[in-house]
Each structure stands twice: as structure tokens, then as C-alpha cells.
């Protein structure tokens, strides 16, 4: 196996020929096989073992072994002690989740405090299959039939393309000690019910069934590719960026074969699962939402907008403005400022005459039905039309305050337009000049 991995590296890993490299250690027979193995190459490497502290005893003698074992190897070890239970319960996630977020997030931080190039895990072609087939029973696009990636960001897997009979074996024929964890034959676990139920199954129908599995990882790779291809392709001719959001052309969407599919690449790494909710917004009514967790996607005219779950969503007040307040800056920024002036100086501004509002004042959100006397008109116009006549994008609309007073009355559009009532003319004494500023 020594040779066999020696031109793996060589041939699909030349980084790690000269690179400075920290491998995950847990004490187990595979990552304490992956260390021995970059041993005997003479890399460059270091040890670091993360304690989850979810077993007792066994979880500190893990720890002491990865340490004698850096000792044995003379290299050097980090070691990390993690409150998993506590994490997992605080962040809502299964102990599974709360390991790895743990476990990469601390070797990221020793990839750039102690300047390494790379971590190593010692993920095997067991370890690709039991991920293949957990993601066939929970349902997942091409990618998640794609195997586990061998270099993701700075981690690389230099084992995935060894079975872990390849790495029994090596270690019983150089005589390497290992750790055992007993979780690891608990099949409460969905992993180790694959690993100890389906796979010998499968192996039984096929012995050959991890060779079978490489060849078939690799076909669907080549698979990915073209459709990734295919994807760039049309990105090209519906995608654009306005304001730093994605946008989507409906028109051009409506003209695709296979509508569905091109969207599901388009946005599946935004957490969307509704798939055919996504699909009927194409050609839905404007204003019409789909939710993913993390995003929204709105349909605005003849586009689809995305956006996050957050934006624009702040509250919607009221937020209240006192008579002595001459500036506030949440949620948005006003300069409130007694004034001689007549006439404001752009859209930004207004002058009003302070003797015609109600205090307190306040700032709104707009809602369906509010309505006011613009400047420059006679009679009373709904904020809605307002909005129309100005072709404002629904998340445009999002974005706008209403200044009102005591009375609810609609002092300004903000940034838009003012309310006739509240104007100053050439008799007014007391004057106030609100400024926006963006």
C-alpha cells in the first residue's frame, strides 16, 4: 500500500509533496495508518485530535494515545478539548453536526495561526459509499452522488481511494497499534447501520461492489460536469446582478426545455426544497415568495430576485420620534433641525411647518391602503399608486419609510415625496427641515 499511495500522491496530490500539513487524528485505525504512511514518506506533518468529551475515560485515552503517538512518529501535536453536547443542544443540531462544525472550524483556525497548507482526513472508499448511500435514502440532487471530495478548500482525503481492507491490512503487516471506539458498532448511528448491515449485503450480491462504486463515482463526476457545463451555458443568458442581488429572467426561463432542472442548479446551494413551488413562480403573479431557510426568492415583473431571509426584513416600527429629538439613526438615519429655510435642498430633504403635525412622530412601513396629499397635487393618492408611477421594484418598496405624526398622518414618503398639509409657506414662524441621510 506504501508504494501504492507513494504514486497517489504523486500523480493526484503533488500539494502535498512540499506542503506543511496537519493530520486529523482521532486514534483510530485509519487516520493512525494515513500518519504512518506520511511518515515513512518523510512529509512534513504534524498531529491534532479533537476530545468531544462524549465518552468518559475512552475519550481521554484517545487523546493520550494520539499524543504518545506524535511522540513515537516525532512529530509535533495539537490537541482540543470540545463541549459537543453543550454546542449540539445551544445551536440546535445532532451531535454529528456539532463534531464536525467543531472539529473544522478549530482546524481552520490551526491551518492559519500556525501557518500549515493543508489538513488531512483519512476518509476511505467505505467512508464514500456509506455517504452515498445515506444520501440516496434522504434525497439529493446528482452532487450528492458525487462522493465525498477528495481536496475541499484546504482539506484533502488522500485515502478515499483506498478501501479500508487496503488499510486493515497495511496496519497488521507493519504491526500499528489503534484505538477502537465502541460507538462505532452501535447501529443507533445511521453511518454504522450502513456500514454494519447494508454494505455486507451489498458485498455479498457483489464482492467487487467498492470497485463497482469507484467506477460508478466516476462516471457520474463526468455526469456533473457537463451538466455544470450545460449550467454555465444558460446562467449566461438568464442570470444578472442588480443592486448585488441574483436575478433571474422569467421570460427566458419560460423558454427552457428543462425549466425545473436548470433551476434546481441554479439555486439548490441556497437550501431550496420546494421545487416546484420555485417553478410555478416563473410564471406567477408578482409579489408571490418561496422560502428556503437561509433565502427568499420574490417574483418581481418578469423576475425572480434572491435575496436573504433578513434583507429588508427589518422591523416594521412603529418606531417613535419625540418633540426634543433632533436626530435618530435606527432604523434609518434623520436629522431633525429647526431652520429659516424655505425650500429643501433635494429629495432628501423636507421643511415643514411644525405648528400643522401631532407629536410624537413616528416611522412605518408602508401598508396596502395608506394614503396621503402629495406636493404638487390636489386631492389624496395611495401610497401604492405612488409607488406604481414611480416603478418601484417590490424590494424598492421594502426599502421605504413613511414619516407620520401623532395622527397617523403621512408627513413623508421618505426620499420620495412630501405631504402637501405640512408644508411651510411664506407665513409659517416655526420651521423644522428633516434630512435623510442614506
Given amino acids: 500500500m506504501l508504494k501504492k499511495f507513494k504514486q497517489h500522491l504523486h500523480q493526484n496530490f503533488p500539494l502535498l509533496e512540499d506542503g506543511k500539513l496537519l493530520i ?64 449540539a443542544t445551544k445551536n440546535k443540531v445532532s451531535i454529528q453536526v456539532a463534531a464536525r462544525d467543531l472539529r473544522y472550524a478549530w482546524f481552520y483556525e490551526l491551518l492559519e495561526n500556525k501557518l500549515y497548507d493543508y489538513v488531512l482526513t483519512a476518509h476511505n472508499t467505505n467512508d464514500n459509499l456509506e455517504t452515498f448511500i445515506i444520501n440516496l435514502t434522504r434525497g439529493t440532487g446528482l452532487e450528492g452522488f458525487t462522493g465525498i471530495p477528495p481536496i475541499n478548500n484546504k482539506a484533502v482525503r488522500p485515502l478515499l481511494a483506498f478501501s479500508r481492507d487496503d488499510i486493515t491490512l497495511f496496519a497488521i503487516k507493519n504491526e500499528i497499534v489503534w484505538r477502537e471506539d465502541k460507538s462505532n458498532a452501535s447501529i443507533k448511528y445511521i453511518r454504522n447501520k450502513v456500514r454494519h448491515k447494508v454494505i455486507p449485503i451489498l458485498q455479498e450480491i457483489n464482492p467487487h461492489v467498492l470497485e463497482s462504486f469507484q467506477n460508478t463515482l466516476e462516471y457520474l463526476n463526468e455526469s456533473q460536469s457537463l451538466i455544470n457545463d450545460a449550467t454555465k451555458n444558460i446562467s449566461e443568458q438568464v442570470v444578472s446582478y442588480k443592486h448585488n442581488l441574483l436575478t433571474l429572467n422569467c421570460k427566458k426561463l419560460n423558454e427552457l426545455p428543462n425549466k425545473k432542472a436548470y433551476l434546481y442548479q441554479l439555486l439548490h446551494t441556497y437550501g431550496f426544497t420546494a421545487w416546484n413551488d420555485v417553478v410555478d413562480l416563473v410564471s406567477g403573479q408578482p409579489g408571490k415568495q418561496v422560502f428556503s431557510k437561509t433565502h427568499r426568492l420574490l417574483k418581481d415583473r418578469n423576475f425572480l430576485i434572491l435575496t436573504t431571509n433578513n434583507q429588508n426584513l427589518t422591523e416594521k416600527g412603529p418606531f417613535v420620534i419625540k418633540e426634543t429629538s433632533t436626530e435618530i439613526s435606527y ?10 429655510d424655505s425650500t429643501p435642498e433635494n429629495n432628501h430633504q423636507i421643511i415643514i411647518n411644525k405648528d400643522l403635525v ?3 412622530l413616528s416611522l412605518k412601513k408602508w401598508h396596502h391602503g395608506d394614503a396621503m396629499h402629495p406636493t404638487g397635487m390636489t386631492g389624496s393618492k395611495k401610497i401604492s399608486q405612488l409607488f406604481k408611477d414611480k416603478k418601484l421594484s417590490l424590494l424598492d418598496k421594502e426599502k421605504i419609510w413613511l414619516l407620520a405624526d401623532g395622527k397617523d398622518r403621512i408627513i413623508w414618503v421618505i426620499g420620495l415625496r412630501q405631504d402637501r398639509r405640512f408644508t411651510a409657506d411664506k407665513t409659517a414662524t416655526n420651521r423644522l427641515k428633516i434630512s435623510f441621510i442614506s
Fill in 24 to 87: 486529523a487524528v482521532s486514534g483510530g485505525i485509519d487516520s493512525v495508518v494515513l500518519a504512518h504512511l506520511c511518515s515513512q514518506l518523510d512529509l512534513s506533518f504534524s498531529l491534532c485530535h479533537c476530545n468531544f468529551n462524549l465518552r468518559g475515560q475512552e475519550s481521554n485515552d484517545d487523546e493520550a494515545y494520539v499524543k504518545e503517538l506524535a511522540k513515537n512518529l516525532q512529530v509535533p501535536v495539537y490537541t482540543s478539548s470540545f463541549e459537543t453536547e453543550k454546542y
Fill in 331 to 340: 432604523p434609518i438615519k434623520l436629522t431633525i433641525l429647526n431652520t429659516t
Fill in 358 to 360: 401631532t407629536y410624537p
